[in-house]
């Protein structure tokens, strides 16, 4: 994740980067840890080992997606913005896949370029 998925990312490196986290995914997929699940350290391990692999490949998988730099999401390959319409990376379970798509970005009470202080008051009592 540090070497290929990092803060300084590029299209290769996340392609490679990715390529390597299913390569873990197929070892942890084939770990076992005896005895039983009760107070069973090596059982929980494993199971730590796979949840963080899933984690790396849908962070992986987001910043494939996000083909620009924003933000802390630095591309060495794209290192400028794209204008134009703003979207988020969302990501769901369909199957045994990951399924991965953008959707525009709701702006709520202040749109890009508004002033906040022209944005209508916000009640946080409510």
Not at 34 to 52: E, T
Request: charged content about 30%.
């Amino acid at each position: 994740m540090w070497e290929k998925i990092g803060l300084r990312r590029n299209g290769s490196d996340l392609a490679a980067g990715l390529e390597e986290i299913a390569s873990l995914g197929e070892r942890a997929a084939r770990a076992r840890a005896g005895g039983g699940r009760a107070y069973n350290i090596a059982w929980q391990n494993v199971l730590d080992v796979c949840n963080q692999i899933a984690v790396a490949e849908l962070i992986a998988r987001s910043a494939i997606e996000r083909d620009e730099s924003r933000g802390s999401h630095y591309r060495d390959d794209i290192p400028e913005q794209k204008q134009g319409a703003l979207y988020n990376v969302f990501i769901s379970k369909r199957g045994e896949k990951a399924a991965v798509e953008r959707r525009p970005v709701r702006f709520t009470r202040v749109k890009p370029g508004e002033e906040l202080a022209a944005a209508e008051p916000v009640n946080f009592m409510d």
